[in-house]
């Protein structure tokens, strides 16, 4: 068995060619921004600085965006010099073989598939607080994730938002664009009114838990930022795509960045950090200072993000089944195209998969896993930079990493370090995780896989 044999670059290209090229660099910034700030601009700023770093959760989100911007750089080599669905599932096609493009397309599950579940979740538990706001109160048997003994059976809202949110992605960019316009927004209003209401008494002490409190709150706020890798999944329907992903991908980060610096800077000066560490720290400094109806804008806003986040990944998750089916290591009936050129069987099965998760399981049973494939996806798409480096049938003419090879082993090792911060039963949760998928290539994937052929 040749479990790392390689296709072609110039078959893999041909692959994706009869894909609608619609997305531009303005489409790719609003995908990545709607999937990386979501609820946590709202809650991380606030509880990181109560329990870790002190008002030097600023500092915090800096290192984080820092160590993200590694990674970043090293998808944005990758998506401009190869430009197909799939992000790192095909990068690992490409550089390391098929075995391994394997293991990093079912690390994109856990991130893509069981995020949305888990937010979908969250979701409708934030829905139906705004909801009980109008005396409005879902029954009980529908309105929470499946626990038999207390008679719940599903979360109806949690299903419907997911099928809500399911449209051919025409529809989603326009949609999507807006949402994010809306979010910013309101994410700008709270900076403006909080910035009225600043003690710079506050600030003092700046790092209460020293310069290592802010280290830790770096390696906790470091998920804040994931979901920008989800960009690279849309390269092959992209305009323009040497250009247009690095700006995408990068430019997600910096707005990122730039946002969760502004908010947590603005919070911490408003309130004391020591009373911050409460569910919604940003809408409570806002009612702290006597401000309740910029407090219910807030409200509108979450529920917001997590709808574009829900969005984006939604999409990301339906390219990455459609390149493994479309490589046949999944039933190629999901690599079909709809006569507007997209992957819809994909769609409808990762919609239902994702909506089933949402519907029976809680936000943490979910989001157990997503932590480690993130991970695993960012170590070894940075490692990946070197043997990319080294192929003579790519052009390399879009953008580079720079500082090879030193940035993409600092990378690669960086990413490695958080991963060896995960609780022992993580690891033992991922590696059954692993285990199923490496009976699924070995029973079903590597038979009927294009290059068997």
């Not at 806003?301 to 089916?325: D, E, K, N, Q, V």
Request: aromatic share 12%; glycine share 10%; proline share 4%.
């Amino acid at each position: 068995m040749n479990v790392f044999r390689k296709e072609s670059i110039k078959s893999y290209l041909g692959k994706d060619s009869h894909l609608a090229k619609t997305m531009s660099a303005k489409d790719l910034m609003a995908l990545g921004i709607g999937a990386v700030i979501g609820t946590g601009i709202f809650i991380l700023p606030g509880t990181v600085a109560a329990k870790t770093a002190g008002p030097g959760v600023t500092l915090s989100f800096i290192l984080a965006a820092l160590v993200c911007m590694l990674s970043a750089m090293c998808y944005a080599e990758f998506a401009s010099d190869f430009p197909v669905a799939g992000s790192a599932y095909s990068y690992g096609n490409l550089v390391y073989g098929e075995l391994i493009g394997w293991v990093l397309g079912w690390s994109l599950v856990l991130e893509y598939m069981l995020a949305v579940s888990a937010v979908s979740s969250g979701w409708s538990a934030y829905f139906q607080s705004f909801l009980q706001a109008f005396k409005v109160k879902i029954p009980a048997a529908i309105a929470g994730p499946m626990n038999l003994k207390n008679g719940v059976y599903f979360d109806l809202i949690s299903i419907l938002i997911v099928i809500l949110l399911q449209h051919g992605m025409k529809t989603s960019t326009k949609v999507n664009n807006w949402a994010v316009v809306l979010k910013i927004a309101i994410i700008l209003a709270f900076i403006v009114i909080g910035s009225f209401f600043i003690k710079p008494a506050n600030y003092h002490p700046f790092m209460p838990y020293h310069f290592s409190g802010v280290i830790k709150g770096a390696a906790t706020v470091f998920f804040a930022f994931l979901g920008f890798d989800a960009v690279s999944s849309s390269a092959a329907e992209v305009k323009k795509p040497q250009r247009n992903m690095p700006i995408g991908i990068i430019g997600t980060l910096l707005v990122a960045a730039v946002l969760y610096f502004a908010v947590s800077l603005v919070l911490t000066g408003m309130v004391n950090y020591k009373h911050l560490d409460v569910a919604n720290p940003v809408a409570y400094a806002l009612n702290v200072v006597h401000q309740g109806w910029a407090a219910e804008l807030l409200s509108l806003g979450a529920l917001i993000g997590m709808a574009t986040m829900m969005l984006t990944m939604i999409y990301s998750s339906s390219r990455l089944i459609y390149a493994m089916a479309r490589d046949g290591l999944l039933p190629q009936g999901l690599a079909k195209l709809s006569k507007h050129q997209t992957p819809n069987r994909a769609l409808w099965a990762v919609t239902i998969i994702i909506a089933i998760g949402g519907g029976i399981a809680s936000v943490d049973q979910l989001t157990s896993l997503v932590n480690f494939g993130t991970l695993l996806a960012f170590t070894l798409v940075s490692f990946g930079i070197i043997p990319l480096r080294r192929r003579q049938d790519l052009p390399h003419t879009g953008f580079q990493v720079p500082g090879y090879p030193v940035v993409p082993i600092l990378s690669g090792l960086i990413c490695i370090g958080m991963m060896l911060q995960l609780s022992s039963l993580m690891w033992i949760i991922a590696g059954i995780w692993f285990g199923i998928g490496l009976i699924i290539y070995f029973a079903y994937g590597y038979w009927h896989s294009r290059l068997n052929k």
